[in-house]
């Protein structure tokens, strides 16, 4: 059963930028496509990107990141990465990465099996 450890959030202002990483335990991540999600307060869980797996991996983005995030894969690092740029204060929230042993990604929850801890991003304005 794989793990997942997201990291890298931290604190930035407004237009900065920061790349998230979701690390595999216990496991590797060939076959498993990867979703990263983010929780604000108050708010639900909501998807904003992932990526199928293989090497011709799909990749979806939510309309409020399109065009400033971007998923990739390493999978020689068991990693996944979600680089965000020209961040706003409303993307402020826990993120999270969560994994399903199945090719295609999708950007609800409940298409996954597996997550783990978040990491907390704050953008200030």
């Known amino acids: 059963e794989v793990q997942l450890l997201a990291s890298g959030g931290g604190f930035v202002q407004a237009g900065g930028s920061l790349r998230l990483s979701c690390a595999a335990s216990?496991?590797?991540?060939?076959?498993?496509?990867i979703g990263w999600f983010r929780e604000a307060p108050g708010k639900t869980r909501e998807g904003i990107s992932c990526?199928?797996?293989?090497?011709?991996?799909?990749?979806y983005y939510a309309e409020s990141v399109k065009g400033r995030f971007t998923i990739s894969s390493d999978y020689a690092k068991n990693t996944v990465y979600l680089q965000m740029n020209s961040l706003k204060p409303e993307d402020t929230a826990d993120y999270y990465c969560?994994?399903?042993?199945?090719?295609?990604?999708?950007?609800?929850?409940?298409?996954?099996?597996?997550w783990g801890q978040g990491t907390e991003v704050t953008v200030s304005s």
């Open positions: 216990g496991g590797t991540f060939d076959g498993y496509a």
């Open positions: 969560e994994a399903v042993l199945f090719p295609r990604c999708h950007l609800g929850r409940s298409w996954y099996d597996y």
């Open positions: 990526i199928g797996s293989g090497g011709d991996a799909t990749t």
